[in-house]
Nanobody, 117 residues
Framework: VQLVESGGGLVQPGGSLRLSCAAS????????MRWYRQAPGKERELVAD????????NYADSVKGRFTVSRDNAKNTVYLQMSSLKPEDTAVYYC???????????WGQGTQVTVSS
């Protein structure tokens, strides 16, 4: 099983980034996908999630209206489009695959997002 995040980097406040998470080694289309983030000295927090079919999404209040989660089951990839970025969005972003029937979950290695002028 592998989850490989990409797309992180340094961006100015107000800018945009799109994170990708490429999955392999499991049946991606049956898993709920989540994006978490962890800032220095803080606990890991759930940012967004998307159901296995992509039909329903949920967001943390702190990112609603600015972030959009999507997935392409044909490409085994989940995305996080981030816009109007703020310095407080600075964190390591992780994708997480979750299969609700068995409570099995897999983590990616994370990608750093830094919002700074």
């Amino acid at each position: 099983v592998q989850l490989v995040e990409s797309g992180g980097g340094l961006v100015q406040p107000g800018g945009s980034l799109r994170l990708s998470c490429a999955a392999s080694g499991f049946t991606f289309s049956t898993y709920v996908m989540r994006w978490y983030r962890q800032a220095p000295g803080k606990e890991r927090e759930l940012v967004a999630d998307i159901t296995s079919t992509g039909g329903r999404t949920n967001y943390a209040d702190s990112v609603k209206g600015r972030f959009t989660v999507s997935r392409d089951n044909a490409k085994n990839t989940v995305y996080l489009q981030m816009s109007s970025l703020k310095p407080e969005d600075t964190a390591v972003y992780y994708c997480y695959a979750y299969f609700s029937r068995t409570l099995v979950g897999y983590w990616g290695q994370g990608t750093q997002v830094t919002v700074s002028s």
